[in-house]
């Protein structure tokens, strides 16, 4: 099929169609407006459903309604219209039923501003409600891997029971770039064994987050907590640039690691063996394939849209072996090529002081 | 090669779209390509800009600090740019609207009395197309042919009876801009 210019949130939510997504809900919120817009169009044509809700805490729980239900059903926000969701993603996650959600996120804290931002990293992966569990969390760099990604997620969503998380940010969502689109998926026809779909000629099914006694809600959490840790050991998904004979490694994921990309180029045509790591999976983070790099490296600049967050999974997993230093824009400011090159220089002028000391 | 083109003015002047007809001519000439827009406040008021980038190999940044080409459709553009285009790049700009000569030296500055031109091809909001052309004599990031495709394949259908002037407005910036480089060789 030939590659045609797609916008971010569009190719988001046309993927998400043919990967057979059944039911859409959410909120308008700048900057993944585009995708609910789309759907609204959308997902009537075909027959399925899109309904705007009258707030993000309403869209979630018509989710979880819908996935308790067995259907796939997703829907998309931005940082603070995330936070309002948190209540149902907890409970999707306490009665381990399936969804997609998408967060293009955007400066905060509070109403912050509608540029792109990569401050949720700590939310999505550590606290995407209250309670113990994660995410799966998934960061697209380019606009085809958003659709590639998006193509993938009800397999891992319903596989795994669990809800996945896409996470953009504002770039992504706006951008235009060329796409391959996958082609369109038959819905699926069979609800899992788990799905209330009718007691009729069955024993009814019950889906709940509500476990009164203590070592019944703590059976139940171990459960999960065991597939979460089975999860962390198989999920694992990186990319890597330049990696190879890397002596310097630049760590970024989404937007930022294309920015460093750039970066990890010049550099090397100014004689830095630079590489890029570019964890795919946010939750569970790819320690293992970074631990495997450490021994040949010489220092690590982390980058991000934040104030610090990633480099804190970073740093446990290269401790004090080697310099990790910290590049980090907020509100909306976009690192550019030039600032990592010359972050990744002073790593070098630094690392190359603590080899001669 | 990576070319950076960044496309600014009033919302309304037609920058945004000026931007992504780049873009998809790209992406049919065999190219990869980024567009991104400015999606701020900017766009209720001020400069809308976006910002292509094109080159043979996948797209790192889609951002630029420094961008080798700037269109500029109002003053606030070339106020904004002036500064900030690329040692040796281009910024071609409307001579009819910004009535102040760019001081930068260094840089290529191009007076194209777009929205006059554009009036003689039907009306002046086809000024977008008129520097668009005037860009693509200077700097031939894709050809002319490719652009007047794009133009067909993408202009917005309400807007479809208006092809003949979007590509008379095309081929008029084009001309001047190869002026331009000959009065520049001579």
């Given amino acids: 099929m030939a ?59 018509m989710v979880y309604g819908a996935a308790c239900a067995g259907v796939r059903a997703l829907s998309s926000s931005s940082s603070p219209g995330i936070s309002l969701m948190q209540e149902g993603l907890s409970y999707l996650a306490g009665s381990e039923v399936p969804c997609v959600l998408v967060d293009i996120m955007r400066g905060g804290p509070g109403l912050g ?52 998380i896409l996470a953009g940010d504002g770039t992504l969502g706006q951008m235009m770039e060329p796409v391959e689109m996958p082609p369109m998926r038959a819905l699926a026809v069979e609800r899992p064994d788990w799905a209330l779909t009718g007691a009729a000629g069955r024993p009814p099914r019950v889906i709940s987050s509500l476990y009164l006694d203590a070592a019944e809600l703590e059976e139940s959490n171990l459960r999960l907590q065991a597939k979460l840790r089975q999860m962390a050991a198989t999920q694992q998904r990186w990319e890597g640039f330049c990696v190879e004979d890397a002596d310097y490694l630049v760590v970024a994921f989404g937007t930022v690691a294309r920015i460093a990309q750039s970066a990890v180029r010049a550099a090397r045509r100014a004689g830095i063996r630079a590489g890029l790591f570019r964890p795919v999976t946010l939750w569970p983070y790819p320690r293992q394939p970074l631990e495997a790099i450490c021994p040949q490296l010489r ?23 080697v310099p990790v230093r910290f590049l980090g824009h907020l509100g909306g400011v976009i690192p550019m090529p030039d600032e990592i090159e010359a972050e990744l220089a002073q790593l070098v002028s630094l690392s190359g002081r603590a080899a001669l000391s | 090669m990576e070319r950076s083109i960044v496309v600014s003015g009033f919302g309304g002047q037609g920058a ?40 043979d190999e996948p797209i790192g940044a889609p951002l630029v600090r420094h961008p080798e080409c700037v269109v500029a459709l109002n003053l606030p553009s070339v106020d904004k740019y002036e500064p900030l285009v690329a040692a040796g790049g281009l910024l071609v700009y409307d001579s009819t609207l910004v009535q102040r000569p760019v ?39 894709v050809t002319l042919e490719a652009m007047g495709a794009a133009l067909r394949d993408h202009l917005p259908e309400r807007h479809a009876d208006l092809l003949q002037n979007n590509l008379e407005a095309l081929y008029a910036g084009a001309a001047l801009g190869k002026g331009c480089v000959q009065a520049r060789a001579l």
Wanted: glycine residues 10%; charged residues 20%; aromatic residues 8%.
């Fill in chain 2, 103 to 141: 001081e930068r030296v260094g840089v290529c500055a191009v007076a194209v009395p777009a929205s006059e031109v554009a009036q003689r091809s039907g009306s002046p909001r086809l000024a977008n197309l008129v520097l668009l052309g005037a860009l693509l004599a200077l700097r031939p990031v």
């Fill in chain 1, 3 to 61: 590659r045609e210019l797609w916008k971010g949130n569009e190719a988001l939510a046309e993927a998400a169609v043919r990967a057979g997504a059944e039911a859409f809900f959410g909120y308008p919120i700048t900057p993944q407006t585009e995708l609910l817009e789309y759907m609204a169009r959308r997902m009537p044509e075909l027959g399925r459903t899109f309904l705007q809700a009258e707030s993000e805490v309403a869209a979630i729980h």
């Fill in chain 1, 299 to 321: 220092g690590v600049l982390v980058v991000e849209m934040n104030g610090g967050q990633m480099v804190e999974d970073v740093r446990c997993v290269v401790r004090e072996r």
């Fill in chain 2, 16 to 55: 945004l779209l000026a931007g992504q007809l780049l873009a998809y001519a790209a992406l049919a000439s065999g190219l990869e390509v980024t567009w991104i827009p400015s999606y701020g406040p900017e766009m209720r008021g001020g400069t809308a800009h976006c910002t292509v980038v094109v080159g």
């Fill in chain 1, 113 to 164: 501003n509608i540029q792109p931002s990569q401050s949720d990293y700590f939310q999505l992966t550590r606290s995407a409600g209250h309670g113990d569990f994660h995410p799966l969390v998934l960061a697209p760099a380019t606009v085809q891997e958003a659709v590639d990604l998006m193509y993938g997620s009800f397999e891992l969503a319903f596989g795994w029971r669990t809800l996945v």
